[in-house]
């Protein structure tokens, strides 16, 4: 294996242009975004956005459950139901929601997999 040696200055400047670009590319979006701050298109994705991803990630979630392990469906829609019902109750919050949702199923699922919930469902 040949001797590398690596001279700092290079390494330097290799580390400032990728701190520099990095920077540029995280704030470029937000510079972008402050002219539009006050048009109506912004106000309506800040709102349905969060819902249409969710609903996606529901969708894709759900279908792979029903699909690869019918076994586990009921755990699963009770489970989007404890979802629903938390993020309608709990007042719109997204991560108490889908926290709650996700314990929901994983605590479903281990209790069907130790046969507590045989006779239930």
Known sequence: MPDVTLDPWYLA????T???IN???RAAPFAALKPLRASALVRSLTLWMPV???AILAA???RG??????ANAVSALVAVGVTVAVHLLGGRR???SVGAG???YVLLVNLDAAGALAGLF
């Open 18 to 20: 990728v701190f520099a």
């Open 52 to 54: 249409g991803v969710l």
């Open 13 to 16: 400047a290799v580390l400032v």
């Open 65 to 70: 459950t029903l699909i690869d392990d019918p």
């Open 102 to 104: 996700t314990f929901a």
């Open 60 to 62: 894709v979630t759900l």
């Open 94 to 96: 997204t991560l108490l």
């Open 23 to 25: 920077l540029t590319l």
